[in-house]
Antibody, heavy 122, light 110 residues
């Protein structure tokens, strides 16, 4: 059974750096073709894909946010970490991590975490 | 790049069929087979119901079907059930490292 869980601060100040951790079980991020992504959703709005990391450490970033994002993995700890610098109130929203199996090649996500609501405010 | 266009709302009665649209351009929906649909109930994580335009993941009822014509993808829910009331989000690959989402359609089962 695949599960993912997001953790990190729920309140950050403007200009701070946000660090979120996705801890997962039920799969290995060393398995050929598997990837984990981060997706966010501002309150009452649509989804936005942020970053994706593949089993072989290949990384993909949202082009408009690329300068602010870093995604890394710790395969031995079953964790994926996302950092986003220079946080702004517009970055307020729920942040999800999600699993993409090899057959989806990172284009779709079949298992999602419950999400973590991050508020950016002074 | 602009987001994909979805109507903000749709509705139908139990047992009926409803079709929701997702309009993009030749650079995203029209140019690739990587269109997905997610169902999201309030306060919950999205659930994948269609990938690669028309494929259903294991466990998703056959009542859900996807298609594409030109730059517009569509999701049809047949035999509407009360539990189908949710937000439906479409997403498409847009080349390079780019993925676009629509704003979501709120489906109401009357």
């Amino acid at each position: 059974q695949i599960t993912l869980r997001e953790s990190g601060p729920t309140l950050v100040s403007p200009t701070q750096t946000l660090t979120l951790t996705c801890t997962f079980s039920g799969f290995s991020l060393s398995t050929n073709g598997v990837s984990v992504g981060w997706i966010r959703q501002p309150p009452g709005k649509g989804l936005e894909r942020l970053a994706l990391i593949y089993w072989d450490n290949d990384k993909r970033y949202n082009a408009s946010l690329r300068a602010r994002l870093t995604i890394t993995k710790d395969t031995s700890r079953n964790q994926v970490v996302l950092t986003m610098t220079n946080m702004d109130p517009m970055d307020t929203g729920t942040y999800f991590c999600a699993h993409s199996p090899s057959e989806y090649r990172g284009y779709s996500f079949d298992y999602w975490g419950r999400g973590i609501l991050v508020t950016v405010s002074s | 790049q602009s987001a994909l266009t979805q109507p903000p709302s749709a509705s139908g009665s139990p047992g009926q069929s409803v079709t929701m649209s997702c309009t993009g351009t030749s650079g995203d929906v029209g140019g690739y087979k990587y269109v997905s649909w997610y169902q999201q109930h309030p306060g919950k994580a999205p659930k994948l119901i269609i990938y690669e335009v028309s494929k259903r993941p294991s466990g998703v009822p056959a009542r859900f079907s996807g298609s594409k014509s030109g730059n517009t993808a569509s999701l049809t829910v047949s035999g509407l059930q009360v539990e189908d009331e949710a937000d439906y989000h479409c997403t498409s690959y847009a080349g390079g490292n780019n993925f676009l989402f629509g704003g979501g359609t709120k489906l109401t089962v009357l």
